[in-house]
């Protein structure tokens, strides 16, 4: 591409990728720059600890790309992009052998609850009768516009929705197995489980367990990633890796230019065009806990002691409910936690694409106080191996990240925070300032597109692809978004 393009996106993460797909279908010249050597952002696959094993640093199971509008229209299957089903969604093991499954069909959840099965279903059957309103409003809130047909159902979810996640459990289950299955989920959001909206997390990722499921990408996120790029490339546009952006000056003259960043990192490119008001609201904006991260190696299997437990992508290792309540508890409180919340997912479980014939990859994550160094690594895999013992003697290589260095790997991370801010009720009713549009800023042209903007974290594309409409239809006029271009025959 000679010269100056029609839009510029900063950070080639799913949001940046996605709006500028969007841009590009628009029939519009869009170049990406990217600060790492690689595209992908959060999608990133990469043999952490030996040849061979392929590792994704960051993203690796996406329930919130399969539900995602942006993907579903993208179309994965038709771009190359194969989306791997395990067959338990996600396990919570508990001392003495007992498991509780997420399973991809809702009767057979309920049924492995005992007398809980009737609150589960109660919970989520109502619910997914209407996952599709729900879920496309949760993706396009913040154009703050509901369809009329789509207010009863919103309405249902949002009164579950916005308490804590205790809350919610205490209403509908009397064992400790079926709260800390809900749990488990709703500490996807990295906050403490006693606070509002923690119950809506739980709830749209317990949904999509029976929705479209919790896949894994065949090879690794970076397929997605790469798909995305060529999608791009075909249509022209070009991305720009290595190339750090610190002063929006040096797009003068594009008419559009959106930033897969954070909001501070937005307001000290833009310097003195941010007034002091908007700037104001960016230094209060929070970025709480962070993570330590650990990819291993393995040379079998993890051996959980329940064998069902072999069979999940992912798996939360916290034992009871009131010791997953507390664990988070620790980490929202700057405590380094003694029996944390661990995050696990087991790729090779479906997926032996990504080690060499026999092996296995397995990483685990837990949240810890916002830019902590601290080495999680003895505390993290004493808890693995409180339900699966012998898990130790099945490690050939580890590498590990703590808070620092998941910040130094993509800088959206900040103080190890993977959710670009706290998802807190207020950062998620204003996110990331409170503004009736936030993606776009002060400053004529330059409009936010990451996970600082709903529907906040996780792969689904979203934040980008709605900042993309709103500077299609400000700045080149174009209201009605257009559909994204066919993946070519091949
Ligand atoms: C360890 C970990 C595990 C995760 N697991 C999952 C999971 O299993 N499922 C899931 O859905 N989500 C998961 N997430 C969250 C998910 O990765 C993020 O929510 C998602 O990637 C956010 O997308 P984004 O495009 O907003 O930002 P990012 O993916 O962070 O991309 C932003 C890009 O912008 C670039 N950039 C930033 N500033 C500049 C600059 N000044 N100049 C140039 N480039 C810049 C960065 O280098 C980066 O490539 C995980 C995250 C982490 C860290």
């Known amino acids: 591409m000679n010269g100056t393009p029609d839009a510029v996106v900063v950070g080639a993460g799913p949001n940046g990728l996605a709006a500028a797909l969007r841009l590009a279908a628009a029939g519009l010249s869009v170049r990406v720059v990217e600060a790492a050597s690689r595209v992908g952002g959060g999608m990133r696959t990469e043999e952490l600890t030996l040849p061979g094993y392929r590792h994704d640093v960051c993203s690796t199971v996406h329930p919130m790309g399969a539900a995602s509008p942006f993907f579903r229209e993208f179309d994965l299957a038709t771009r190359g992009v194969r989306l791997l089903h395990p067959e338990v969604a996600y396990a919570h093991p508990f001392d003495g052998g007992r498991a509780a499954l997420a399973l991809p069909s809702l ?50 979810f949002g009164l579950q929705a916005l308490p804590s996640v205790g809350w919610l459990t205490r209403r509908y289950f009397e064992s400790d197995e079926a709260r800390a299955l809900l749990a488990g989920a709703a500490a996807h959001g990295m906050l403490e489980l006693t606070r ?53 000056r040096e797009f003068d003259g594009v008419p559009a ?129 409180r339900f699966a013992p012998g898990f130790r003697d099945t490690i050939i290589a580890r590498h590990t990240m703590n808070s620092a260095e998941v910040e130094a790997h993509d ?50 594309g979203m934040c980008g692809d709605n900042a993309a409409r709103v500077a299609l239809r400000d700045v080149f006029g174009i209201r009605q978004a257009p559909a994204l271009r066919p993946a070519p025959p091949v």
Do not use: C
């Open 196 to 248: 509002p909206v923690t119950a809506g997390l739980g709830l749209i990722l317990g949904m999509a367990v029976h929705d479209r499921g919790w896949p894994l990408i065949e090879g690794g996120s970076q397929a997605l990633a790469d798909a995305m790029v060529t999608a791009l490339e075909q249509q022209g546009g070009e991305v720009v890796t290595d190339h750090l952006v610190t002063d929006l």
């Open 257 to 385: 230019v959106l930033l897969d960043t954070t909001p501070g990192a937005f307001v000290a490119m833009a310097g003195n065009a941010v007034p002091a008001g908007y700037r104001r609201w960016v230094q209060r904006y929070r970025h709480g806990a962070g993570i330590f991260k650990i990819d291993w190696a393995l040379s079998e299997p993890v051996p959980w002691t329940n064998p069902d437990v072999r069979r999940a992508g992912t798996v939360h290792v916290a034992g009871s409910f009131a010791e997953t309540v507390e664990g988070e508890a620790a980490a929202g409180a700057g405590r380094v936690p003694d029996k944390p919340y661990v995050l696990a997912v087991q790729p090779t479980v479906v997926d032996p694409t990504r080690a060499p014939a026999g092996g296995h990859v397995f990483w685990a994550y837990v949240h810890v106080p916002h830019g902590s160094t601290v080495d999680m690594t003895e505390v993290v895999e004493r808890q693995i191996e």
């Open 107 to 156: 009767t057979e959840t309920a049924d492995r609850l005992g007398p809980d099965g009737a609150g589960y279903r109660r919970l989520f059957g109502p619910l997914l009768k209407r996952s599709d309103e729900i879920i496309d409003y949760f993706f396009r809130s913040a154009f703050r516009r509901l369809p009329t047909r789509a207010v009863p159902s919103v309405a249902a």
């Open 411 to 460: 800088l959206n991370n900040v103080g190890g925070n993977i959710a670009n801010g706290d998802p807190s009720l207020w950062q998620m009713l204003a996110r990331p300032v409170p503004r009736w549009n936030t993606y776009r800023t002060p400053v004529t042209g330059r409009y936010l597109a990451s996970a600082a903007t709903p529907p906040g974290p996780a792969v689904h």
